[in-house]
């Protein structure tokens, strides 16, 4: 084993080195915003969660933005402390500030019925009567969790050392691994997706908080100032972007994921390791267009996941204009209140079920 303890919850090397090249890909695709100027002007804001992991991903964006991209200097001491992430847990890290979530669905072992119904089902079963064999250890002393512990260590070599023959691979299969993924599905869709309303809806302050950098930008425009911050980057976790991307209804699927409907699983529209892989990133890029004829269309926003177009749910057009987008999400913008919403109403038992 390679790891050390000091690792645990630490960006690694290769960590740092997508955040710096996602920079410089992200201000190759828009160069007229990530500019030289707006950086030493501060025109570009950069708000991170408070984990280590999160804010070294931020200072190695900056990194890469500053020193890759835009080929500026080394930074000094004085410099390095203005262009210091600003951390926000509230904004961030919205799940652990919300009493509700924390209550329903965190600490309520009830919540993930499904993911344990899944573990004892006969997928799982499959995998864990296949390891016991391969490695010769009885069956009893081995459990879903530790099959699961040990894929994600195969995906950690293979992500990281980019080792493909790592020995925690090669105890699985292509079937094998169809299920650990599934397992996974389960427990990012029941605990951060659509499995529970309040899973999306605690997101609703980060929602806001982006559409009013949006509105800002566009009154600045209409009244022909300078926009006064035309880069905002924030930066959170799969945790953080999963909600937010339920709360506008992205990859929602006709039926609940449950642990019954695996056969259904490569059809599935929530897949968490292709929506939020590693440096998962999701982009809202606002157009000024010089429509003459048509002044309600001036305002066009598009939308990027991991970097590729994502079409809009309500339309699957790649594009929309603004104001249509402000009243597909009126019920979000003006009825969404984190305080109302992440209110515990309700008795709870000791064991903390529902």
């Known amino acids: 084993m390679w790891y050390e303890d000091w690792m645990d919850g630490q960006l690694v090397k290769k960590g740092e080195e997508d955040m710096k090249n996602l920079a410089y890909r992200l201000a190759s695709l828009f160069p007229s915003l990530f500019t030289s100027d707006k950086f030493h002007k501060c025109k570009m804001s950069f708000t991170t969660s408070s984990k280590h992991r999160c804010v070294d991903s931020t200072k190695a964006f900056i990194s890469g933005l500053a020193h890759t991209y835009l080929r500026l200097p080394l930074p000094t001491e004085d410099t390095l402390e203005s262009k210091n992430p600003v951390v926000n847990d509230s904004l961030m890290r919205f799940f652990d500030h919300c009493e509700k979530f924390v209550a329903q669905v965190e600490d309520n072992d009830s919540a993930m019925h499904e993911v344990d119904k899944f573990k004892k089902g006969p997928e799982m079963k499959r995998v864990l009567h296949k390891i016991s064999d391969l490695l010769s250890v009885p069956e009893h002393e081995l459990s879903a969790d530790l099959i699961q512990v040990a894929f994600f260590t195969c995906s950690f070599?293979?992500?990281?050392?980019?080792?493909?023959?790592?020995?925690?691979?090669r105890l699985f299969d292509e079937e094998d691994a169809k299920a650990l993924e599934y397992l996974n599905d389960l427990k990012q869709y029941w605990k951060r997706g659509y499995g529970y309303d309040i899973n999306s809806r605690s997101s609703c302050n980060l929602f806001q908080h982006i559409f009013q950098h949006l509105d800002t930008a566009v009154s600045e425009s209409k009244r022909s100032q300078q926009i006064s911050t035309p880069v905002v980057m924030q930066f959170g976790h799969a945790e953080t972007l999963l909600p937010l991307l339920a709360l506008m209804g992205l990859f929602k699927d006709e039926k609940p994921l449950t642990a019954d409907n695996f056969s259904k699983h490569m059809d599935q529209k929530f897949r968490s390791g292709r929506?939020?892989?590693?440096?998962?990133?999701?982009?809202?890029?606002?157009?000024?267009?010089?429509?003459?004829?048509?002044?309600?269309?001036?305002?066009?926003?598009?939308?990027?996941?991991?970097?590729?177009?994502?079409?809009?749910?309500?339309?699957?057009?790649?594009?929309?204009?603004?104001?249509?987008?402000?009243?597909?999400?009126?019920?979000?913008?003006?009825?969404?209140?984190?305080?109302?919403?992440?209110?515990?109403?309700?008795?709870?038992?000791?064991?903390?079920?529902?």
């Open 157 to 169: 070599e293979l992500a990281i050392n980019n080792d493909a023959n790592s020995p925690w691979c």
């Open 275 to 354: 929506i939020v892989p590693y440096a998962s990133n999701l982009v809202f890029v606002l157009y000024h267009c010089d429509l003459a004829e048509s002044p309600e269309e001036e305002y066009q926003v598009q939308m990027l996941l991991n970097e590729n177009l994502l079409p809009f749910p309500h339309s699957q057009e790649s594009v929309c204009l603004f104001d249509d987008l402000k009243k597909q999400y009126s019920h979000l913008l003006d009825g969404c209140h984190v305080k109302d919403e992440c209110q515990l109403t309700v008795a709870y038992t000791s064991e903390g079920e529902l």
